[in-house]
Nanobody, 124 residues
Framework: QVYFEESGGGSVQPGSSLRLSCTARGFTVDHWAIAWFRQAPGREREGVSC????????FYKDSVKGRFTISRDSAMNAGVLQMDNLKPEDTGIYYC?????????????????WGQGTPVTVSS
């Protein structure tokens, strides 16, 4: 069985930072592109960022560019999403998933190994 275990979510005020991690179970992150998705209440799941192989290939949703940084922690076999200057519209459950490459759109149907997600709430 292959899946991610996400962690690091929480409730914070606007302008705060959070660092999300997703540990891979049953496979090695070095061999896969890793994407972060989020799903806000009542909305569809949307792609936030993706890191390919090699790791200098990164992609971001326009609304998070300059605020979020995606990386891969090979020692921990995990993906990481550093989120700075958080805004209320960043609220949602954040998930990791994998694909062979980041190219193309962020269609969740193309990704596999979903975890249970970690909740992020940004509110004053």
């Amino acid at each position: 069985q292959v899946y991610f275990e996400e962690s690091g979510g929480g409730s914070v005020q606007p302008g705060s930072s959070l660092r999300l991690s997703c540990t891979a179970r049953g496979f090695t992150v070095d061999h896969w592109a890793i994407a972060w998705f989020r799903q806000a209440p009542g909305r569809e799941r949307e792609g936030v960022s993706c890191i390919g192989t090699p790791s200098y290939n990164t992609f971001y949703k326009d609304s998070v560019k300059g605020r979020f940084t995606i990386s891969r922690d090979s020692a921990m076999n995990a993906g990481v999403l550093q989120m700075d200057n958080l805004k209320p519209e960043d609220t949602g459950i954040y998930y990791c998933a994998r694909k062979s490459y980041c190219g193309g759109n962020f269609d969740p149907a193309d990704f596999r190994a979903w975890g249970q997600g970690t909740p992020v709430t940004v509110s004053s």
